[in-house]
């Protein structure tokens, strides 16, 4: 069931059962800063965004996993891989505030990467994010993705990434 296991975390697709608390995250204003650029999403959409992951799991083995701490049933963060283009899935990753500094985005990202090119024979894997975004900058660095451009979207400065299976490190 796409269950994956690091040595302090358990990630689990998530479901519609997590729709509430899943929306609770994703509104919380140091994750939807970034996410959704400070936009407050109904959870119309939210439920919206598990429904395409759990079709994305249906048809290509990923989607949004949900993480949590091995000694805690709270939802850390979340961490995925979405298909926004035909070229290659899309990393996307955020920690409840509590849980930063841990090393948790650092851990989940590197469980789903190997997932994705070790068991799901995925060649690479692109992410991009908000030039401001120092944390998630730090994340896809300490895991070895590359940028490789820089553009203004909608007004604001994005930084892109990408990594190739052969480059995946663990820090």
Same mark, same amino acid.
């Given at each position: 069931?796409?269950?994956?296991?690091?040595?302090?975390?358990?990630?689990?697709?998530?479901?519609?059962?997590?729709?509430?608390?899943?929306?609770?995250?994703?509104? @919380? &204003?140091?994750?939807?800063?970034?996410?959704?650029?400070?936009?407050?999403?109904?959870?119309?959409?939210?439920?919206?965004?598990?429904?395409?992951?759990?079709?994305?799991?249906?048809?290509?083995?990923?989607?949004?996993?949900?993480?949590?701490?091995?000694?805690? @049933?709270?939802?850390?963060?979340?961490?995925?891989?979405?298909?926004?283009?035909?070229?290659?899935?899309?990393?996307?990753?955020?920690?409840?505030?509590?849980?930063?500094?841990?090393?948790?985005?650092?851990? &989940?990202?590197?469980?789903?990467?190997?997932? &994705?090119?070790? @068991?799901?024979?995925?060649?690479?894997?692109?992410?991009?994010?908000?030039?401001?975004?120092?944390?998630?900058?730090?994340?896809?660095?300490?895991?070895?993705?590359?940028?490789?451009?820089?553009?203004?979207?909608?007004?604001?400065?994005?930084?892109?990434?990408?990594?190739?299976?052969?480059?995946?490190?663990?820090?």
């Amino acid at each position: 069931m796409n269950l994956l296991h690091t040595d302090r975390l358990h990630l689990r697709p998530c479901q519609l059962e997590n729709l509430d608390s899943l929306h609770e995250l994703w509104c @919380d &204003a140091d994750i939807r800063r970034f996410l959704f650029d400070d936009r407050q999403i109904s959870s119309e959409e939210a439920q919206s965004f598990i429904e395409a992951s759990i079709a994305s799991f249906r048809n290509h083995g990923y989607g949004i996993w949900l993480f949590f701490d091995n000694h805690n @049933d709270q939802i850390a963060g979340f961490v995925g891989l979405l298909q926004f283009t035909e070229a290659a899935p899309s990393l996307i990753f955020g920690v409840r505030s509590q849980f930063w500094g841990r090393g948790y985005a650092t851990e &989940a990202t590197l469980a789903v990467l190997d997932h &994705a090119f070790t @068991d799901l024979g995925i060649k690479y894997i692109v992410a991009d994010v908000d030039e401001p975004n120092d944390r998630s900058i730090r994340v896809l660095d300490k895991i070895g993705m590359s940028q490789t451009k820089r553009a203004i979207v909608n007004e604001r400065p994005l930084l892109y990434y990408e990594i190739y299976a052969a480059n995946l490190t663990n820090p």
